[in-house]
C-alpha cells in the first residue's frame, strides 16, 4: 500500500494523479488517496504565504518549462492556469467526501483537468459540481457535506497528519513502513519500495 498525498493548486502532483493508478495496479500496489492542502506547511515550514514558485520567480519560470516537457513525455495536456496557485480547499474538502463511496481518485483527476486544462476556477461550486455528478455523486448534497464540520475537521486532520509524517510538498508517496518519497519524479522509486517492503512482509 502506498499513500498518496496531494494538492489540487499543485502542479507536479496533476502529472502524478493522472497516472499513479495505472502505475501501481502494475506493481499490484493499492494507492490510498490523501487529498490536503500544502499552505499551512508552506506557512509553518519556510515562512511563505503564496507558492514557492511566485515567491522565487527564476524557480517558477523553470518549473512551468519542465512540467511542459514531463506532461509532453506523458501524453497529458497542459495550460498555465491564468491564475496560480487556486484556492484549493473546497475541492480537497469535497475529495475527502468521496473516501468513503470510492470516487475521490476520478473527482480529483477531474479536477486536475478543470485547473491544469480548462483553466477553470477549482475554487468555485459552480465549477465543481458538474465534475461531482461526473462520477455518480449528487452535487448539493456533497457541496453542503463539504461544508459541515466533520468534513473541515477531517481536511485538517489530513494536514496534522501530513506535518506529523514529516511531509513539506506535493506530491509526496508514503509507504507502509513509514518511507517518505517526495515529487512526481519519484513516483517509481516510491512503488518499487513498496513492492520489496510487500515482498519482505510476506517472505
Not at 114 to 133: C, H, M, R
Not at 172 to 195: H, I, M, P
Amino acid at each position: 500500500m502506498i499513500e498518496f498525498w496531494y494538492e489540487f493548486a499543485s502542479t507536479y502532483s496533476y502529472p502524478a494523479a493522472m497516472r499513479i493508478e495505472r502505475l501501481a495496479a502494475d506493481k499490484g500496489v493499492a494507492v490510498a488517496w490523501r487529498p490536503f492542502i500544502v499552505g499551512p506547511l508552506f506557512h509553518e515550514q519556510q515562512g511563505l504565504n503564496d507558492s514557492p514558485f511566485n515567491a522565487f520567480p527564476v524557480k517558477g519560470e523553470y518549473m512551468w518549462r519542465d512540467l511542459e516537457r514531463v506532461c509532453d513525455a506523458e501524453g497529458l495536456p497542459l495550460r498555465h492556469p491564468s491564475q496560480f496557485p487556486r484556492n484549493s480547499l473546497l475541492a480537497a474538502r469535497v475529495a475527502i467526501c468521496g473516501l468513503e463511496d470510492g470516487w475521490t481518485p476520478a473527482f480529483s483527476r477531474a479536477v486536475y483537468q478543470a485547473n491544469f486544462v480548462d483553466d477553470q476556477d477549482i475554487g468555485s461550486p459552480e465549477v465543481l459540481a458538474p465534475l461531482i455528478a461526473s462520477v455518480g455523486a449528487g452535487p448539493e448534497h456533497v457541496l453542503a457535506a463539504a461544508q459541515s464540520d466533520p468534513i473541515k475537521a477531517r481536511l485538517k486532520d489530513h494536514v496534522r497528519q501530513a506535518k506529523e509524517r514529516g511531509l513539506f510538498g506535493a506530491p509526496s508517496f508514503l509507504t507502509a513502513d513509514g518511507e517518505l518519497f517526495w515529487g512526481n519524479d519519484r513516483l517509481e522509486q516510491a512503488l518499487d519500495w513498496a513492492v520489496r517492503h510487500q515482498s519482505r512482509e510476506h517472505a
